[in-house]
């Protein structure tokens, strides 16, 4: 097993509700191993802030889904470190609140 150790993402938003960061990649952010977050927002007006946590982040910038996590230092095929999770499964998680059913995996020989 391989150390724990901080993750990258970007925040996505598709829809702008405020008016005010735009649609894309709006801001930038780590999620330290202890669960902090630091997050860098772009624009033209650019700002850095420390979170306790991403859920926190997200009940005030998620916008209800409009903005989801990309994370980008983990493949799409791994789960993310702690948890049985896939990247976008994760996403979907934070985005809608609900986790996605999926059939269990097959074995091939």
């Known amino acids: 097993m391989s150390p724990v150790k901080p993750q990258t993402f970007e925040l996505v938003r598709y829809t702008d509700i405020s008016g005010v960061s735009g649609t894309g990649v709006v801001a930038e952010g780590c999620v330290f191993t202890?669960?902090?977050?630091a997050l860098r927002w772009h624009g033209p007006n650019p700002s850095t802030a420390v979170w306790?946590?991403?859920?926190?982040?997200?009940?005030?910038?998620?916008?209800?889904?409009?903005?989801?996590?990309?994370?980008?230092?983990?493949?799409?095929?791994?789960p993310i470190p702690g948890t049985d999770l896939l990247p976008g499964e994760l996403?979907?998680?934070?985005?809608?609140?609900?986790?996605t059913h999926h059939p269990p995996a097959v074995a091939s020989a």
């Open 52 to 78: 306790p946590d991403l859920d926190s982040i997200l009940a005030v910038h998620g916008h209800c889904g409009a903005t989801v996590v990309r994370w980008l230092d983990v493949s799409e095929m791994e």
């Open 91 to 99: 996403t979907h998680i934070l985005a809608t609140g609900r986790r």
């Open 34 to 37: 202890d669960g902090s977050v």
